[in-house]
């Protein structure tokens, strides 16, 4: 708090010779439009000379200000460094015929969809959703760590038959780090026609663990 009311008094001097120096120049020019006597002149000599030392003190006021923020902004904001995920376990589990291709369903097994959920315990995020889908489709779940995101895929594969499922899917990922992460879930791989399937944003949330 100390350094940020000195950063703040530095910056208030600041604004203060730029209103002095601002002042001279409008006084500077109406000196020039009335004086002509040797002793105007000689006043003007003076108060530009003053007002150059003031150009020199803005400037190195500026730098210290730069040296400021690149040094201590960092210490007082407290920038989180990058956790450690090595000790991290990741694991899924599908459910429903999108667990293997050429997944087939009996007659009748449409099921209440689930919206994508993102929760948390503990050190523990898990992801969860259900959908009904073409049969002959397969889904493998994999994720990617950086940093404070979480990034989970949906890789889907297999061409549509003309019959549909449910499935349901989850992905779990344990001993996390304590912090905040970003918890993204995409949707990604081939359509059910065969084409690449443009890569979709399922659901993204902010978790603390």
Avoid at 6 to 25: D, G, Q
Avoid at 76 to 89: G, Q
Avoid at 172 to 192: F, H, K
């Amino acid at each position: 708090m100390k350094l940020l009311l000195e950063l703040l008094a530095e910056n208030t001097k600041i604004v203060l010779l730029f209103f002095s120096y601002y002042k001279y120049r409008k006084e500077k020019y109406k000196f020039k439009n009335i004086a002509s006597s040797q002793f105007s002149n000689s006043f003007i000599f003076i108060q530009e000379r003053k007002y150059r030392i003031m150009n020199e003190s803005m400037l190195l006021l500026f730098l210290l200000l730069i040296v400021f923020v690149i040094l201590y902004v960092p210490a007082i904001v407290k920038i989180p460094a990058s956790p450690n995920l090595e000790n991290v376990s990741f694991s899924s589990i599908i459910r429903g015929c999108a667990q293997r291709e050429r997944g087939m369903a009996p007659r009748g097994s449409f099921n209440e969809e689930k919206e994508p959920s993102i929760t948390i315990e503990e050190n523990k995020v898990e992801y969860s959703g259900a959908l009904n889908h073409l049969c002959c489709r397969m889904v493998i779940v994999d994720r990617k760590l950086e940093g404070w995101t979480i990034n989970i895929y949906e890789n889907w594969s297999g061409l549509g038959c003309r019959c549909m499922c449910y499935s349901e899917i989850s992905a779990r990922i344990e001993n996390l780090p304590d912090g905040v992460y970003t918890v993204n879930v995409y949707e990604s791989g081939i359509n059910p026609d065969g084409s690449r399937m443009k890569e979709k944003l399922i659901i993204s949330d902010l978790v603390t663990v």
